[in-house]
C-alpha cells in the first residue's frame, strides 16, 4: 500500500464532493471529480481548477476516462447510498487502495463488519450522525461558544462572544501576556463580522468579535473566571426537528440531559416517542414566539434547531435565545446557547453577527472528516474552528525542517504574510504556549492555526 496520498478521485460533485474537491486543490492534491450531471459540471467548469470528468461511475469506461488505476484514494460523494458502495467494489478491483463512502444508512457503521469489509471501504462516513455527534460535544462543554481540545488533551481552545465589559476589550496580544503572566494564553483567531483574522501581537480586540484564544488545559478554568466567561453544565434544552439529526442529538444527549425534541409532524412525533428512553417529544410548529413559550423555551439553557429549513433554524434560534437569555437575566442565571444547522455556506459567514452562538454545517463537517483520513500521514491531529475560516492542525517536525531552524520570533515575517500563528509546542511529553522566544525542535509536536488555504505553506515549515 503507498504511503502518501497524491493523486484523488472524487466522485459526486453536488455539496460535500465540491467543497472537499476544492479544498484539497488549494491544498496542492491533485483532484479529479467524477459527474453524471452535465447540467451541474457547466458553473464548476468554469470556477474551479482541479480535472472534471462527465461520466458515470456505474460504467467502466468512465473509470478508464479519469485513469482510476492510477489514483490513490477514492471519495464516493452521491446522494446515492447504493452507488458509493459499489463505485468501492469497483475501486479496489482497479486498484485504488484506499477508499472512501459517504453513507446515510446507519448498517455499515460498524467497519470490521463482514458487510463493509465485503465493500472493501475504509472510511464510512455518516453526515446526519457526525452533526448529531458534533451537537452533543457542543452541549457538553458549556463554557463560551465552542471548546477544542488539542495535543492529546493537554492544550484547549476557547471560543468566546466578547462583551462589552469584557476585559479583552480594547486589549492586544502582546498587552494581554504581559497581564495574564499566570494563566498565559494565545490568542490564535478572531472572527470580525464576516472577516476571519489570524492575529499578530499589535491586533486590537473590540466587543462583539469571536475570539478563540489558546491555553493550557490545566489552567483554562482559571483563566476563564478571570476573563468572565461564564461556566456550568446544561441541564435543560430542546432540539427543534425530529429527522435523522434531531432523532439521533437527541438519543445521544438524552441520558446526561433533560432534553425535549419538538416535531411538527404528528405522525413522526408519535414515532419518535417510542424511540426515545427519557427524551420528552412534542408535537408542535415551534418556530413562532408563542410556540417557543408553550414548549417552555423559557426555562431552558440551550436550543438547537435541526430542521431542514435553513430560515427556519436561524429565525427559531435568535426567538428561543431572546426568551431564554430574557428569563435568565430575570433570575440571575447564564445566558442560553443556541446552535443552528444551516445548509447555506453564505449564511455561515453571517451566523455569528446576527447572534446565534455556532452554525453546523453537515457539509463542512463531513468533508472535515474526510479530510482528518486524507491528512493523518502527515498531521497528527486536526480541529476546525467553528465561526471563522481557521483550522487547528498539530504537525511532527522533521529533522533539519524550516520551523526549527530559528526561533518563532525569527520567522515572524513568514508568519505573518501566510496568516500563520503557532499556538502551542511540545518537546518531550511537554507543552507549553509558544512565545517569540520558543524553539522547535527536531520531532517536537506543534500546534499551528491557520486558514485551510495556507495548509500547504504550513507543510513547508515541518518537512525537510
Not at 476589550?169 to 498587552?175: A, K, N, Q
Request: glycine share 8%.
Amino acid at each position: 500500500m503507498k504511503s502518501e496520498i497524491n493523486r484523488i478521485l472524487i466522485i459526486g460533485i453536488g455539496g460535500v464532493g465540491l467543497h472537499l474537491a476544492r479544498r484539497l486543490d488549494h491544498e496542492g492534491y491533485e483532484v479529479t471529480v467524477l459527474e453524471a450531471n452535465a447540467e451541474l459540471l457547466k458553473h464548476i467548469v468554469e470556477t474551479s481548477e482541479f480535472s472534471v470528468v462527465h461520466g458515470n461511475a456505474m460504467d467502466l469506461s468512465s473509470w478508464e476516462e479519469v485513469g482510476a488505476s492510477g489514483m490513490d484514494l477514492l471519495i464516493t460523494a452521491t446522494n446515492d447510498d447504493a452507488v458509493n458502495m459499489l463505485a468501492c467494489v469497483v475501486a479496489e478491483r482497479l486498484g485504488i487502495q484506499r477508499r472512501i463512502a459517504r453513507l446515510r444508512t446507519m448498517d455499515f457503521d460498524n467497519l470490521n463488519s463482514e458487510e463493509s469489509r465485503s465493500f472493501h471501504i475504509d472510511l464510512v462516513v455518516h453526515p446526519e450522525e457526525l452533526i448529531a455527534q458534533e451537537i452533543q460535544r457542543l452541549v457538553r462543554r458549556s463554557s463560551g461558544n465552542d471548546m477544542v481540545d488539542v495535543g492529546n488533551g493537554n492544550m484547549r481552545v476557547l471560543g468566546l462572544r466578547v462583551t462589552e465589559d469584557s476585559p479583552l476589550v480594547g486589549m492586544t496580544p502582546r498587552e494581554l501576556s504581559k497581564r495574564y503572566t499566570e494563566t498565559y494564553f494565545r490568542v490564535v483567531a478572531l472572527a470580525r463580522g464576516i472577516t476571519t483574522i489570524i492575529p499578530q501581537a499589535d491586533e486590537s480586540i473590540f466587543a462583539a468579535d469571536q475570539v478563540f484564544i489558546m491555553a493550557l488545559t490545566q489552567n483554562m478554568d482559571r483563566l476563564m473566571q478571570e476573563i468572565g466567561v461564564e461556566q456550568g453544565r446544561v441541564r435543560r434544552m430542546a432540539i427543534l426537528g425530529g429527522g435523522l439529526i434531531g432523532q439521533r442529538a437527541a438519543q445521544l444527549l438524552e441520558d446526561e440531559v433533560e432534553v425535549r425534541l419538538i416535531e411538527r409532524d404528528a405522525a413522526r412525533a408519535e414515532e419518535l416517542a417510542g424511540l426515545m428512553k427519557r427524551a420528552e417529544v412534542m408535537h408542535s410548529d415551534g418556530t413562532n414566539l408563542d410556540d417557543l413559550i408553550q414548549c417552555g423555551i423559557p426555562d431552558l439553557d440551550s436550543f438547537v434547531a435541526t430542521t431542514g429549513d435553513n430560515e427556519t433554524n436561524i429565525i427559531s434560534c435568535l426567538l428561543a435565545k431572546h426568551l431564554m437569555n430574557r428569563e435568565n437575566r430575570e433570575v440571575g442565571g447564564r445566558a442560553g446557547k443556541t446552535i443552528a444547522l444551516v445548509d447555506n455556506e453564505d449564511y455561515l459567514v453571517l451566523s455569528s453577527t446576527i447572534g446565534l452562538d455556532i452554525a453546523l454545517n453537515a457539509k463542512i463537517s463531513t468533508a472535515n472528516e474526510i479530510l482528518k483520513f486524507v491528512r493523518r500521514n502527515e498531521l497528527v491531529s486536526v480541529a476546525h474552528l467553528h465561526g471563522v475560516d481557521a483550522e487547528v492542525v498539530e504537525f511532527q517536525a522533521a529533522p533539519n525542517s524550516p520551523i526549527t531552524q530559528k526561533t518563532l520570533g525569527g520567522q515572524a515575517s513568514f508568519f505573518r504574510e501566510y496568516g500563520i500563528l503557532i499556538g502551542g509546542v511540545e518537546h518531550e511529553g511537554r507543552w507549553e504556549v509558544a512565545v517569540g522566544t520558543t524553539r522547535v525542535l527536531p520531532e517536537s509536536r506543534v500546534i499551528a492555526i491557520c486558514s485551510s488555504r495556507q495548509l500547504r505553506n504550513v507543510r513547508r515549515l515541518f518537512s525537510m
